[in-house]
């Protein structure tokens, strides 16, 4: 196997810090252009390039590349500028997107032809929950139209894993291992995806080391996987004896108050729900190898315990037991 001269853009935080371990692990050589905030001691055999996507991409000097992961685009003027520098110095483009740059499904189980969302504005640079996937979709066009019909194109769900800096599937994980009643939002039966990080990053390395272009779903385990099969499945890994999953209907929560900001991956009254019911198969022809999941939660519990756990996202412990005590006395008993 050929070795790649990879430039990871925002190599330093989650999928880009994981994207810059699984090339290094495959013998690749790796640059990373970041801010620094992260120092060089992250990876200290890796050569770093520091500067601002934004304001000033001058590191990026007059170097070539065979491939470049950019990791951190969300508005195509980023893109057009990263391409204005590099040229055709980037060598092969890979753009994280993701399953948002969708316009709204219809089914389950859709597949990368599925129509992308646009934007009534499409010069709009405020990233907010209505315009991020608008975003990502111009991204995209951005990305294809200025570095060639090769380029890149890889849609995850949610990605997990050590190291997710979000504290979304962190919580959940944190909330489960302490055990006792958890506060479980319905529908059971909505449908819900995630991909650990590492295999994320070390099925890309292999994109890239093929040469692949195109655009892939990054999802699993399936199309028809649950909400209520993803909680469950993370109480058996690391749920103590005892533990049990008090499922509560969304009208209850919403009327509450609850948001996706106090139950994180919630899909509580989102319309867009079948978003998480992508069809990974393309991915998975080309090599996606999908972790069970046990392993993932058992690993970012692990994580966990070797960081401080920010102040949100997710219920505290006081809240938790109100709205419990409150679902089952309306429920009477």
């Known amino acids: 196997m050929r070795q790649v001269r990879i430039l990871v853009v925002g190599g330093t935080r989650f999928i880009g810090r994981h994207v810059v371990a699984a090339a290094l692990a495959a013998g690749h050589d790796v640059t990373v252009f970041h801010r620094g905030q992260t120092g060089p001691e992250l990876f200290p055999g890796v050569e770093h390039r520091l500067g601002d996507r934004d304001t000033d991409l001058s590191a990026l000097g007059h170097d070539s590349w065979d ?82 019909p090769g380029t890149l194109v890889v849609r995850p769900t949610y990605v997990v894993g050590p190291d997710d800096y979000t504290w979304r599937f962190p919580w959940w994980v944190a909330r489960l291992a302490a055990g006792g009643e958890v506060l479980a939002p319905g529908p059971v039966d909505a449908p819900a995806q995630v991909i650990d990080v590492r295999d994320l990053a070390g099925w890309m390395v292999g994109l890239l080391e093929a040469r692949t272009s195109g655009p892939f779903h990054a999802a699993g385990p399936s199309a028809t996987f649950t909400w209520g099969e993803q909680l469950e499945t993370a109480a058996r890994a690391v749920a103590p004896a005892g533990t049990r999953l008090a499922w509560v209907d969304d009208d209850f929560l919403l009327a509450a108050g609850v948001d996706g900001q106090s139950l994180p991956l919630w899909s509580g009254g989102d319309p867009d729900v079948l978003m998480l019911s992508a069809d990974p198969a393309a991915a998975l022809a080309t090599g996606l190898a999908l972790r069970p999941l046990e392993e993932t939660v058992r690993d970012t519990l692990a994580w966990t315990r070797t960081v401080e756990q920010p102040p949100t996202p997710g219920l505290d412990r006081e809240r938790e037991s109100e709205l419990l005590a409150g679902w089952h006395a309306q429920r009477g008993g």
């Open 67 to 148: 491939a470049t992961v950019d990791t951190c685009a969300y508005v195509p003027r980023q893109v057009q500028s990263l391409a204005d520098v590099l040229g055709g110095r980037a060598g092969h483009y890979l753009l994280v997107s993701s399953v948002s740059a969708y316009a709204p499904p219809q089914r389950r189980g859709y597949t990368e032809q599925a129509p992308l969302a646009q934007l009534d504005d499409p010069t709009v640079e405020d990233v907010t929950e209505q315009t991020y996937g608008g975003l990502k979709a111009l991204c995209e066009r951005a990305a294809t139209e200025r570095f060639g």
